[in-house]
């Protein structure tokens, strides 16, 4: 297929821009009868895909269309979410909720040695490529995986082909590509295109995928001021060079820069969005690289109710906590894990290693403060400490407060990445 790319840093791309984008796109393929959309869930709110799926929708009248989020481990949306993110638009049979843990098959995988190399030894498993079996014996014609490029803990620079071994993968390959990263370190993660996860879904994507599945990948690079969502890029190919383009403009535009670290990180997190830390703590991966020493974080949660998206995650979070990779680790090679990888890599992602505090604050009737210190963050009560902190009137960046106290206030951590530059 010819791949489309556009790029509007300045205005942004419009929405005339982008219908004839994916105008173009579908030009290039006739007599389509059946097709499947993998756009992101409503963790994903400021990525533009719930708009693209619309609109590729309607263009595709006529074409028997079904939708399934890329959920990965997280919960199915609500009707509440569906309606925020698809509208009336996308009829709710359509929709097809993926399970991570029964709708996957093998396609393969990627050999022990490669892992081993990727991970200069620290990883050396082999690991099993899944997806959901609706991409190898659904009968679509065309895959469209819709998604946004931006930073991200555990591959770098999220989607592309994570869009599809993470969003519609299944247990053995979501773990042990989580555990790969978390071994390797988050900081040789966090923005870098080439991490080491990415290595390894590149592996599965040349020898499982290209030329095997009709997949194609719309990809998108936005910024939000507000409530306010600007689209500034849009990528579509099956090759890797869409999301190459699409990362660059994302460290580009989603990572900012800091010529000195804070004392105190005080990060929101919209409750409609993240409910839960294992997703919440995109407040934690995004900012921790410009926390001071003996610092602290500040995460308001006024929408934090569990730690896991799933039973399985959340029983695993409450029974081992967010303490530090060594204990996490030592727990790893005692086999506390099996399994179940990805809670280890969670976990080790979620601490601080001691170099600052973490404060969660929540509202009790939510997520009480007794479990929020068993797992090793501290606790402050939402209510009272926006009457300091207060998320809506803070400014994006330094503020000083009436009393003197300086803070960096990050309002939409999902969407970007904050680094110290020292």
């Not at 756009?39 to 269309?65: E, F, M, W």
């Not at 590509?177 to 870098?192: D, P």
């Not at 998320?391 to 994006?396: A, D, G, S, T």
């Amino acid at each position: 297929m010819k791949e489309l790319f556009l790029t509007e840093e300045q205005n942004g791309v419009s929405r005339g821009q982008l219908e004839g984008m994916l105008d173009e796109l579908l030009a290039q393929y006739s007599s389509l009868k059946k097709v499947l959309i993998i756009p992101p869930d409503y963790t994903r709110c400021y990525s533009y895909a719930g708009i693209i799926t619309q609109i590729l929708y309607k263009k595709l009248n006529g074409v028997h269309v079904d939708v399934m989020p890329a959920l990965g481990t997280h919960m199915p949306m609500s009707e509440e979410e569906l309606n925020m993110f698809f509208g009336d638009v996308i009829p709710r049979e359509r929709i097809i909720i993926h399970h991570w843990q029964t709708d996957t098959v093998r396609l393969g995988y990627v050999p022990a040695e490669v892992c081993a190399e990727i991970s200069g030894g620290l990883f050396p498993e082999q690991i099993d490529v899944e997806v959901n079996h609706l991409l190898v014996d659904g009968g679509y014609d065309l895959i469209l995986s819709v998604g946004q490029v931006v930073p991200h803990e555990v591959v770098g620079m999220a989607n592309y082909s994570k869009n599809i071994f993470v969003g519609t993968g299944g247990r053995e390959m979501i773990n042990k590509s989580h555990m790969l990263s978390a071994i390797c370190g988050l900081e040789k993660a966090l923005g870098e295109r080439d991490s080491p996860a990415r290595k390894a879904y590149d592996y599965a994507q040349q020898h499982f995928i290209d030329g095997k599945i009709p997949l194609v990948y719309i990809q998108t690079v936005t910024t939000a001021e507000g409530e306010d969502v600007t689209l500034r890029g849009i990528y579509i190919g099956q090759s890797r060079k869409p999301f190459e383009n699409a990362a660059e403009l994302s460290q580009k535009l989603n990572i900012i820069h800091l010529d000195r670290r804070a004392k105190k990180v005080v990060t929101y997190l919209e409750p409609t969005e993240l409910k839960t830390t294992w997703v919440g703590n995109k407040g934690v991966y995004r900012t921790r690289m410009i926390v001071d020493d003996g610092g602290e974080l500040i995460v308001l949660g006024p929408g934090i109710r569990a730690f896991g998206e799933n039973d399985e995650m959340d029983a695993m979070t409450r029974k081992y906590g967010y303490k530090g990779t060594p204990y996490v680790l030592d727990l790893y090679r005692k086999g506390a894990f099996e399994g179940k990888l990805m809670s280890a890599a969670h976990l080790m992602q979620g601490s601080s290693e001691g170099r600052f505090t973490i404060t969660y604050a929540t509202k009790p009737e939510l997520m009480s403060r007794e479990e929020i210190e068993s797992v090793g963050y501290n606790w402050a009560d939402y209510d009272e400490i926006t009457k300091r902190y207060d998320p809506f009137k803070l400014k994006e960046g330094w503020n000083v407060l009436d009393d003197g106290e300086e803070i960096y206030f990050v309002g939409k951590p999902a969407i970007g990445l904050w680094k110290y530059d020292g």
